[in-house]
């Protein structure tokens, strides 16, 4: 099973960056893919970006041309450049992976770590 830690949330004005890691380990030369989910209070999960290992990636409408999704393949990373943050973007973050060619539904999840933007 592949452990998968997020790091790098905080608390950040409106308009200001961020940038979330992934760091994967235990057996992540199976991963076809990995994405950054999100779950607000009182809201669904969702997707925000994914990219496969042959760096396809995909994003929400929501963050096109804000956030940057990137993978690291050697060092088994993940990592989400958030630019002018807005306070919707206010939620939990969850780093995630995918296997073989189901890479809509993720076999694995990370604790989460919380960004909170401030308006």
């Known amino acids: 099973q592949v452990r998968l830690e997020e790091s790098g949330g905080g608390l950040v004005q409106a308009g200001g960056s961020l940038r979330l890691s992934c760091a994967a380990s235990?057996?992540?030369?199976?991963?076809?893919?990995m994405a950054w989910y999100r779950q607000a209070p009182e809201s669904q999960r969702e997707l925000v970006a994914q990219?496969?290992?042959?760096?396809?990636?995909k994003y929400a409408d929501s963050v096109k041309g804000r956030f940057t999704i990137s993978r690291d393949n050697a060092k088994n990373g993940l990592y989400l450049q958030m630019n002018n943050l807005k306070p919707e973007d206010t939620a939990v973050y969850y780093c995630?992976?995918?296997?073989?060619?189901?890479?809509?539904?993720?076999?694995?999840w990370g604790q989460g770590t919380q960004v909170t933007v401030s308006s």
């Open positions: 995630t992976a995918s296997y073989f060619s189901d890479v809509d539904n993720p076999g694995d």
């Open positions: 990219i496969t290992s042959g760096g396809v990636t």
């Open positions: 235990g057996g992540a030369f199976s991963i076809t893919a």
